[in-house]
């Protein structure tokens, strides 16, 4: 495998993917934005190589369908501003999951137009990591889940306090940067999210 200068990140990285798959989760987004793309595709490629990876938990990468293909990865994610799914859906494998974030009804309805095999819908509350941002709120975020036939995942300023209060809005489950970064115990947080 060839990192580079990226070893030190990616190894740390692979030691917390490791202990997702651990736990069970269902999915983890690679979103390694600063990776060369050689770089990424080693990186991914391992990933999907540790033997605790079940086949219950899908790797995705982030923005990079083509690394999503050369890797052994279940599929990729994609911004609603990033390569159009319309554009590029018919022309993926069948096997590739293929996710969108999207921020508003229109963008979530759009999505699944093109294909989407689910969407992350945010923020549903207000995040530190979009200052000013406006979040959707419950209402919203439940009116947007009943007028789609895709999993819809919550995400923004969603922990283990709110988070039953969107799987009961309509989301199938919720996803996280901080959450799952910061937890000190995946295991637990993975087994309090089940619980929902």
Known sequence: MQWGADEPAARSLAEKVRKAYQAGVDYVQVREKDMSGASLLSLVAELSRLH????RTRLLVNGRVDVAIASEAD?????FESLPLAAIRSRLPNFLI???????AVEAAEAQQAGADYIILGPVFTTPSKPGVVPLGLKKFSSICAELSVP??????VDLSNARDCVLAGAAGIAGIRL?????????????????
Do not use: M, Y
């Open 75 to 79: 599929g990729a994610h994609l911004s």
């Open 98 to 104: 293929v996710g969108v974030s999207c921020h508003s």
């Open 180 to 196: 799952f970064q910061n937890a000190d115990n995946i295991d637990h947080l993975a087994a309090e999210i089940r619980k929902l």
């Open 52 to 55: 605790e990876r079940t086949r």
């Open 152 to 157: 819809v995942f919550a995400l923004g300023g």
